[in-house]
């Protein structure tokens, strides 16, 4: 069952939440930019990232039945509408850009819905996929919308944007700070440290894709290519190896 949407907009009204709004933010940011010129789809609970996106089109925010949907304050281009997951109301290729937050967790059928937003994606569109990171502190915090439903790996993320017929292009992880109120302060020195020595312990993953690997160039005209740092969405080495005997996919971690 999903978290109804007056505890996500409670959430993320709270310091624990606006922490987790400013951090994802910033990854968004370093991936997508402003998405100028773009028609914006977002699943799940994505409202508080999508008016960041001040240069696109079109924005949509897309909330699950079982969640219900919210006003968005926001005028003018910007539209809600509750939605069935299993069978999004939006034409083929409608979307340059599609943002999952909140969306796979507890989704009943996290690839059929997945499937249904490749179907909304349009052909040289980019998706990211933000979920709550398995192994880290967050999704033991029931009183956080990460604690909900199945958290996932770097690896299961990747194994279900290709079951729906894209390739990885780049990745990211954030929200190393415990979900502990008082080291909240504390979020920006936990994240320098964390990426260099404890990446395990990432309270959320980051996953684009792309239906080609190799589309990584804005459109003509709204910029070059997409610069990779330190804490942005890294690109995936170009290399794989063998599947392990578990069936998870061993893969050389992007420097």
Not at 9 to 20: C, D, H, K, S, T
Request: include cysteine; glycine fraction near 12%.
């Amino acid at each position: 069952m999903r978290r109804a949407i007056e505890d996500l907009r409670a959430f993320y009204g709270e310091p624990r939440g606006i922490l987790v709004r400013r951090l994802l933010a910033k990854r968004l940011e370093d991936a997508w930019g402003e998405a100028e010129g773009c028609d914006v789809l977002g699943v799940g609970y994505a409202t508080p990232w999508l008016d960041a996106f001040v240069g696109a089109r079109r924005v949509i925010a897309a909330m699950p039945a079982g969640q219900g949907v919210e006003l968005w304050p926001s005028a003018g281009r910007n539209r809600t509408l509750l939605v069935d997951d299993k069978r999004l109301p939006f034409a083929a290729g409608s979307f340059d850009r599609v943002l999952l937050v909140h969306a796979l967790e507890e989704a009943d059928d996290p690839t059929l819905l997945l499937t249904e937003a490749v179907r909304a994606l349009a052909p040289a569109g980019r998706i990211i996929l933000a979920a709550a990171a398995r192994g880290g502190m967050w999704a033991r915090a029931e009183g956080t919308p990460f604690g909900h439903g199945r958290p996932f790996t770097r690896g299961q993320l990747e194994r279900l944007v290709r079951a729906a017929g894209l390739e990885p292009t780049a990745w990211s992880q954030t929200l190393y700070v415990p979900p502990w109120t008082p080291l909240m302060g504390m979020a920006d020195g936990f994240e320098q440290v964390g990426r260099r020595i404890a990446p395990g312990f990432a309270g959320v993953i980051l996953l684009e894709a792309t239906r080609q690997a190799y589309a990584r160039i804005r459109p003509s005209g709204h910029g070059a290519r997409v610069r990779v740092e330190a804490g942005a969405l890294r690109p995936q080495p170009a290399t794989r190896t063998p599947r392990t005997g578990d069936g998870v996919e061993a893969r050389r971690e992007p420097l």
